[in-house]
């Protein structure tokens, strides 16, 4: 299976901070990297797909970049309502497999 | 409004089985594979199978494989995953998506709770 590592773990931001969350494939998944924003009690939320395209509805200050095997989630200007957990997921090759997920909490 | 809505998770004993179900809306239900994605107490997300649009090709993790069905009915708008031989790693909240072409997951249901205790 592939592996999916996220870093960091956990991150303390601000208000109007620039974010950013890595994530790393075990073997290359052209660009079939997918973002998630979970927050606690709900089902996780399509924010990114195709590394880089941005799902309908979803601010723009959410960005994803990356091909391959390394891949980044950019918030640009963190809001109130982006404290949440973050998961990266590769469709690539079956199964699909998900990051460890990323804390983004308030600093 | 895409709407996604699952039921039939419980409390279970281990060996026991228990089928999920998943009622679609919103959408042309045919049209789209369709996932189960569960997440054990406090930890991250992992996919367990999903099914083509007409049914025809299933694909499973490897933990849940000769254990774990899953089906679905075009024609009621469903998807069911039955769950044989349960096992207390196989607590979770279980959720319905609809893949997207890329194979994201592009909508999710609430959730349906499973515990497998004695």
């Known amino acids: 299976d592939i592996q999916m590592t996220q870093s960091p773990s956990t991150l303390s931001a601000s208000v109007g901070d620039r974010v950013t969350i890595t994530c790393r494939a075990s073997?290359?998944?052209?660009?079939?990297l997918a973002w998630y924003q979970q927050k606690p009690g709900k089902a996780p939320k399509l924010l990114i797909y195709?590394?880089?395209s941005l799902e309908s509805g979803v601010p723009s200050r959410f960005s994803g970049s990356g091909s391959g095997t390394d891949f980044t989630l950019t918030v640009s200007s963190l809001q109130p309502d982006d404290f949440a957990t973050y998961f990266c997921?590769?469709?690539?090759?079956?199964?699909?497999?998900f990051g460890q997920g990323t804390k983004v909490e308030i600093k | 409004e895409v709407q996604l809505v699952e039921s039939g998770g419980g409390l279970v004993q281990p060996g026991g089985s228990l089928r999920l179900s998943c009622a679609a809306s919103?959408?042309?239900?045919?049209?789209?594979?369709m996932s189960w994605v569960r997440q054990a107490p406090g930890k991250g997300l992992e996919w367990v199978a999903n099914?083509?649009?007409?049914?025809?090709?299933?694909d499973y993790v490897d933990m849940v494989k000769g254990r774990f069905t899953i089906s679905r009915d075009n024609a009621k708008n469903s998807v069911h995953l039955q769950m044989n031989s349960l096992r207390a790693e196989d607590t979770a909240v279980y959720y319905c998506a609809r893949d997207c072409r890329s194979g994201c997951l592009e909508n999710w249901g609430q959730g349906t709770r499973v515990t497998v205790s004695s």
């Open positions: 073997q290359s998944i052209s660009n079939y």
């Open positions: 919103g959408f042309t239900f045919s049209n789209y594979w």
């Open positions: 997921q590769q469709s690539d090759i079956s199964p699909k497999t």
């Open positions: 195709r590394a880089s």
């Open positions: 099914i083509k649009e007409d049914g025809s090709e299933k």
